[in-house]
């Protein structure tokens, strides 16, 4: 459940044009977490024979969790001719109680809150560029125990951003450029050398990288969209030894790719019997990732196609979209080498009707 109030007020000091933002949210949520395992003979990947029996399952994990988080925010806009600066605060309150039905007891129960802040400035420019820098934080409550049994501790984070947007005068489009400078601390982790179960807390996780988006809407129907990312991942200060004595400082975190892109085209018949109908199809391209944060091995890159299929008539609207067209089998991220790897989605087909009256 999600509950957002807000209050908006627009008023001028002197030069200065403020949008004033004031809210108050309320977020709770329950959910159960359970995991049973067992054993099987082993398969010989070369000669596979199938069948074996699995022994009785035995649960290992059995939770309840209940969490709710207040937030009390307020937001100030302030335009100055071309210039526009954002200030932002915020304070969090968070409670959360675990009830651990295989020990029939609750866990210590975790009150946390904090204040964030954010900060920006922008230019808007005559001719359609518009440089920015801006710093945010963050804060993300996290319930349940370590592996230890300790209390998991709220991720904390501070961003650094500069770029440039850029839109043309008289296009319907735009170009942003980005670089930016992340910080984590208290990130959750599983896995880990020789203990593929593990929980814990890595205590500092520095992202850096680069992003660039462009988008065009042209006269002739055609839309596009495209986006590249350079990512520098980096744990630089580990909470946890691998059970093999190292540590995973200087390593990168696992299932972050250095490269990401994407190219998305949109075609929509503007006249004619097939006016409203619209074609669309893209590729994503996802790089390759280290399947734990001791870097002893690699999830390999993988490229996908989407494609969507849309038709527009008077008041009705219909949609189908289909991603990885070609139903390609893949990992998508591990944790650890034995049994912490998933296989990415395969097709997947979703159509919808909207009618507005």
């Known amino acids: 459940m999600t509950i957002d109030n807000q209050a908006q007020a627009d008023f001028d000091t002197g030069p200065l044009a ?17 995991a049973s395992e067992g054993t099987v003979d082993p398969i010989d990947i070369f000669n596979p024979v199938y069948g074996s029996p699995i022994t009785d399952l ?42 651990d039905n295989l020990a029939g007891a609750f866990d210590p129960r975790q009150k946390d809150d904090a204040f964030t802040s954010r900060a920006g400035l922008l230019y ?18 996290v319930s349940g125990p370590d592996s230890n049994g300790n209390p998991l501790v709220p991720e904390t984070g501070k961003q650094y951003e500069i770029g440039l947007k850029y839109q043309p005068v008289g296009w319907n489009s735009f170009v942003t450029v980005s670089a930016f400078d992340l910080t984590r601390q208290n990130v959750v982790r599983y896995g880990g050398v020789g203990r593929p179960d593990d929980i814990f807390q890595t205590g500092e996780i520095r992202s850096r990288g680069i992003e660039l988006e462009g ?31 190292t540590s995973n400082q200087g390593n ?56 969507a299929l849309h038709y527009k008539w008077q008041s009705a609207e219909l949609n189908l979209n289909v991603s990885n067209l070609f139903d390609k089998r893949y990992v998508a991220s591990c944790f650890a080498e034995s049994f912490g790897c998933f296989y990415g989605e ?5 159509g919808s009707v909207k009618y507005t009256w």
């Open 18 to 34: 403020h949008t004033l933002l004031l809210g108050l949210d309320y977020k709770r949520y329950t959910y159960r977490d359970y």
């Open 58 to 99: 035995t649960p290992y994990t059995d939770t309840d969790t209940t969490q709710s988080q207040v937030g009390l925010y307020a937001q100030d806009q302030i335009k100055l001719g071309n210039w526009r600066l954002t200030l932002g605060g915020r304070q969090d309150w968070a409670d959360s109680k675990v009830y």
């Open 124 to 141: 808007l420019a005559d001719n359609g560029l518009a440089p920015y820098v801006s710093y945010s934080e963050s804060f993300q409550p």
């Open 215 to 245: 988008v065009a809407s042209l006269d002739s129907g055609f839309d596009l969209r495209a986006a590249y990312t350079y990512l520098d991942t980096e744990i630089t200060s580990p909470t946890s030894i691998n059970e093999d004595g």
């Open 252 to 307: 990168t975190p696992f299932g972050v790719p250095t490269h990401a892109a994407s190219l998305w085209a949109n075609y929509t018949v503007g006249s004619g019997r097939l006016e409203g109908l619209g074609l669309g199809a893209g590729i994503r391209y996802v790089g390759s990732t280290y399947g734990d944060d001791a870097n002893t091995f690699k999830v390999p890159a993988v490229t996908l196609v989407d494609a």
């Open 346 to 350: 395969g097709r997947r087909i979703k």
